[in-house]
């Protein structure tokens, strides 16, 4: 009984301290705020690792507590109030579905800094931030249309939402400047994660003929499906080269951890300003896994073009690009703005599906 | 070695108050030894699951939005499965009330008045006991089990959400994002104090509970739901119809869902949106049956279910377990808030070997 | 290609028709536990752990079958030994599930599974056209079918099987009877456990070879609403089984043929389609009373 009594006593210490310690801490608190599971296999395990990688960098300045599985709603903003008043000086929203209760929360909080992924709703202490996806999903276009033998994609697609339509688009006509008559076919899954359905999806466009497969979901069902079957595909998200040894192209690798780093480095400066950031491949915001399983030939056109969209040489939305019903989008030469693209709500010529509206 | 029951003659008072604290007490411990395996400090866990959430004002007023739509379908399921009827469909309620509710302030935005938003509520409810009539129908012209239709209906609902706020009541300004146009200020559920986000969804959820507690207890219509849930053929006797009770115990509890859904849209979301509920008509059973099937322990047990969800929430950040701990925490407390409750109707004997009685707790 | 779409079809359709044939035992033994949902998930985390432990898929399928059982006694022992309500406790059940399932099998993330190799029959499954259909499946493929079977010939050909379903219609003269009530009803419901976690079994190692979490994503509660959807009948749930794969695969395929519905409005078929059904089944009150265990889901104590 004493026995406890003292255990009970020194929890009660560390209870104590605990609170005291908080204060005390001089360490600044950078938070991070999850939709999905830290260990999603997809887009929220891809910003923890960008967390991970934040944590390595600045370990010594900062700490980093994140706050798993918030739903998209009036949870969200209790949950990011949570941490604006527990003392983080920045907190990264990380789903889109975020907007609205980060811009209540920012508003409350002027103090706080706040940066939301892939939203367009901004403030004075609240950023947001995205990555060019497109080009990764162009070059991806450029290897299918070289690798395939029937001349057909085939892409699992989530929601119709202009950052899934964009993706479409892009990998279209990166196909296109290889091939002229490649075609895509697109499945809507209607869901980011679900195994089942991703490799249902993956089958249903195997047996409808097409020979190279990529994904807008976030499990590796598909890329094990194709490997099955034998057949091409992409990676989404994070490097799925596990799941598919002699089947993994590339993959679009979602690379948080330079943009936090860049970002809390000017929090801790003071030099940090609400902007609207989307950066691309030249940034290190996104990756191309290691190009596997194709001809040099194929990588070295890869490469090259990776190059090019690095150096700003090569957009991918330049004209002349027509839109699926053949009617002009952009003239010879023309660069899409970034305003379209963000709403992009239509097909571009070649793309075999009906955008659902 | 086995457990033996036998029916008390009647419920046991002292039970009814010692149960729900003998399972905090067993939720707590087995809490703690979780939280020890996991190399936690099991008090400081325990405090920030239960404790934490209660110190600030602001937090309190977190409870009160989070426990309002539980409560509200809650109490309305609570009649219905008095009665013997199985809506589990709530969820799908509370989606097409909210959609309901928000035809005036998405197509009609340019109409600034005080009736838009009692109209809002109105429609919701409406919407909401039509969509539960829906298995009502079924129920009492084919004959076909609710339990299914309702659960059925739910992803239907689901669906056909989906398909608006992607489709036709996208917002035209908002980049094609999957979401209406922000609801105008009129639409919008006030906020009751100035030290919160609480809005008028709890009030709701109060009175409706207190309502159907009185009408349970005091009226005639509450002893129709109680007789023909104990025996149709009683209820027969008495003179009630039970096709009429499923009609009314079914889109009392659609209507009350389908309020649950405009006030959570109105009041904490602001538009609609894919997804308005992170599972509210599910989670609303287990209150429900938590609170014994009596609106008065429902307003109990739907604060201590919405405890648990900001308290998973602090623990998280506070001693970094991962949200799975919260699940699983939640569902070692429904498991043995079940298991107590069976000491109120039942003595537990337990039985050694063959015969040899020994007298457990009686 | 037709035939890769019906392969196609059998798989999605498998777990489904194996959860439900285990559903449907329980559910005739008077009980109705709402939690498959959450023991398939418990069925394939364990699975997946047996078979990435040991290295042996097949150990992997009884892990699964296993883990489910015994998930299921914590629902047996709550309803039938304390008679709390199925409802609240089928629900606390998959609640539970999920959690526990998201616990044990977070080190399981990401690890590429291994998947459990066709049994190929040889001979028969050179047949042209249903040969490799039928015969060059999986053991979970098989075990479906010889579960639809055995379960028929259980329950309307065997003695135990007529106790069992008496006990299901009317546990009080069963009882009388001397029928061991309560403990018929632990072994329905832990069988229901096993077909439960050997349908999680089928997703973690067949269907989709890896852990994720919550990946049973919603499978269990189309099983239940199979079990209606066939009115109690072991065949009717075979076919119900492959009636929902289908429409869930047609739908994709409708989409790459360029099919414009919206698909939220494809997926919603499955679900308008059971209740379709199910309201041709039990506008008869007469089949229905017929089929539906009279005693489903209410609690039982004996009197001494």
Not at chain 3, 72 to 99: E, K, P
Not at chain 3, 141 to 162: D, K, N, P, Q
């Amino acid at each position: 009984m004493k026995k406890l009594i003292i255990a009970l006593a020194a929890t009660a210490a560390t209870l104590g301290s605990f609170t005291v310690g908080a204060e005390a801490q001089e360490k600044t608190k950078v938070c991070f705020i999850y939709v999905g599971t830290k260990t999603d296999g997809g887009w929220t395990q891809a910003h923890d690792l960008g967390r991970q990688e934040l944590q390595k960098a600045l370990g010594d300045k900062i700490e980093t507590p994140y706050l798993e599985s918030v739903p998209e709603g009036p949870d969200a903003e209790r949950a990011i109030e949570r941490m604006a008043r527990s003392g983080c000086s920045l907190v990264y929203a990380t789903s889109f579905g975020f907007m609205d209760a980060t811009v209540k929360v920012a508003a409350k909080f002027p103090k706080v800094k706040f940066e939301h992924a892939t939203g367009f709703k901004a403030a004075e202490n609240l950023a947001t931030y995205n990555s060019r996806f497109y080009e990764g999903r162009y070059i991806q276009g450029q290897i299918a249309a070289k690798m395939s033998k029937k001349g057909v994609a085939g892409y699992i697609a989530s929601f119709p939402i202009p950052e899934v339509v964009m993706g479409i688009n892009a990998f279209e006509l990166g196909a296109k400047s290889v091939n002229p008559d490649f075609k895509l076919k697109v499945v809507w899954a209607n869901t980011w994660f679900d195994p089942g359905k991703e490799a249902d999806a993956a089958k249903a466009l195997i047996d409808q003929g097409v020979d190279v497969l990529t994904q807008h979901t976030d499990t590796t069902a598909p890329m094990q499906v194709a490997a099955e079957r034998g057949i091409l595909a992409f990676g989404q998200a994070s490097d799925m080269i596990a799941a598919g040894p002699k089947t993994q192209l590339t993959a679009i690798v979602d690379t948080w951890g330079a943009y936090y780093i860049k970002r809390t480095k000017a929090l801790l400066d003071g030099t940090w300003k609400s902007e609207q950031i989307w950066d691309g491949l030249k940034d290190g915001i996104l990756t191309m896994a290691p190009y596997t399983n194709m001809p040099d030939d194929v990588k070295a056109m890869a490469e090259e073009t990776e190059a090019k969209i690095k150096s700003g040489e090569l957009h991918p939305f330049t004209g002349p690009i027509n839109k699926q019903d053949g009617s002009a989008w952009l003239k010879a030469g023309e660069k899409a703005e970034d305003g379209v693209l963000l709403g992009m709500n239509f097909y571009v010529q070649g793309v075999d599906d009906k955008l659902p509206q | 070695m086995r457990i033996e029951l036998e029916r008390r003659a009647s419920a046991s008072g002292l039970f009814s108050v010692v149960s729900p604290l003998l399972a905090l007490v067993l939720t707590l411990l087995a809490g703690a030894l979780m939280f020890l395996m996991l190399g936690k400090d099991p008090l400081y866990a325990l405090y920030s699951f239960f404790i934490d959430p209660l110190l600030e004002v602001w937090s309190l007023h977190e409870l009160a939005i989070k426990a309002a739509p539980l409560i509200l379908i809650a109490v309305g399921l609570s009649v219905c499965y008095r009665s013997n009827n199985w809506n589990i469909g709530a969820e799908g309620q509370f989606t097409i009330g909210a959609i309901c509710g928000s035809i005036l302030p998405v197509l009609v935005p340019q109409w600034h008045s005080v009736l838009v938003l009692p109209l809002m509520l109105v429609m919701g409810m409406l919407g909401g006991a039509l969509y539960a009539g829906i298995p009502a129908l079924l129920k009492t012209r084919f004959n076909t089990n609710e339990i299914l239709t309702s659960l059925m209906l739910v992803y239907i609902a689901q669906l056909f959400l989906d398909w608006l706020v992607r489709g036709m009541w996208r917002d035209p300004k908002g980049f094609n994002f999957p979401q209406t146009i922000s609801f105008a200020p009129e639409a919008v559920l006030p906020e009751l104090l100035a030290s919160g986000r609480a809005h008028w969804a709890i009030v709701f959820a109060l009175v409706a509970a207190l309502a159907l507690w009185f009408m349970m207890r005091f009226m005639l219509k509450g002893f129709e739901v109680t007789v023909l849930g104990r025996s149709e053929r009683a209820g027969r006797f008495a003179g009630f119809s039970a096709r009429r009770m499923v009609w009314f115990s079914m889109m009392l509890s659609g209507a009350l869902a389908g309020l649950a859904g405009i006030s959570e849209v109105s009041g904490s979301i602001g538009h609609l949106q894919p997804s308005i509920s992170p599972g509210y008509g599910f989670t609303a059973i287990i209150v429900a049956f938590l609170g014994r099937l009596n609106p008065l322990g429902i307003i109990a047990s739907g604060f201590v279910l919405a405890l648990t969800y900001l308290g998973g929430e602090a623990a998280q950040l506070s001693i970094g377990v991962s949200d799975k701990v919260t699940r699983v925490f939640q569902g070692l407390l429904l498991f043995f808030v079940l298991s107590c409750d069976t000491l109120i109707l039942y003595r537990v004997r337990l039985v050694l070997g063959t015969g040899r009685n020994v007298d457990v707790r009686s | 290609m037709f035939e890769a779409i019906l392969l196609t079809i059998v798989t999605a359709a498998t777990p489904l028709v194996i959860a439900a044939v285990g559903e449907l035992v329980t559910e005739r033994a008077g009980v109705l536990n709402l939690g498959v949902e959450g023991m398939m998930i418990m069925g394939a985390v364990c699975a997946f752990a047996g078979s990435y432990l040991t290295g042996v898929p097949v150990l992997g399928v009884l892990c699964g079958i296993l883990g489910g059982a015994a998930f299921s006694l914590l629902f047996g022992f709550l309803t039938l030994t304390l008679v709390a309500n199925q409802v609240a406790t089928g629900l606390a059940l998959t609640l539970l599930g999920l959690g526990l399932s998201g616990q044990i099998g977070e080190s399981f993330v990401g690890i590429p599974g291994v998947k459990l190799q066709p049994i190929v029959v040889p001979v028969l499954s050179d047949i042209p056209f249903i040969g490799r259909l039928l015969f060059a499946q999986d053991i979970t493929f098989y075990l479906s079918i010889a579960l639809v079977v055995g379960v028929h010939w259980f329950l309307f050909r065997s003695r135990t099987g007529l106790k069992m379903r008496a006990i299901g219609d009317n546990h009080g003269s069963a009882h009388a009877l001397g029928i061991h009530v309560v403990r018929t009803r632990y072994l329905a419901v832990m069988f229901g456990g096993a077909c439960a976690g050997l349908a999680g079994a089928q997703l973690s190692l067949v269907y989709t070879p890896q852990w994720v979490e919550n990946m049973a994503a919603g499978r269990g509660w189309i099983a239940l609403a199979l079990v209606v959807f066939a009115s109690w009948r072991p065949w009717r749930v075979l076919a119900g089984g492959y009636i929902f794969g289908a429409v869930g695969i047609l739908q994709l395929h409708a989409q790459a043929l360029g099919i414009g519905i919206p698909s939220q409005f494809l997926s919603m078929l499955p679900y308008a389609v059971t209740i379709v059904v199910l309201i041709i089944i039990s506008h008869n009150r007469r089949t229905t009373l017929i089929n539906t265990p009279a005693c489903l889901g209410k609690p039982f104590v004996p009197d001494r």
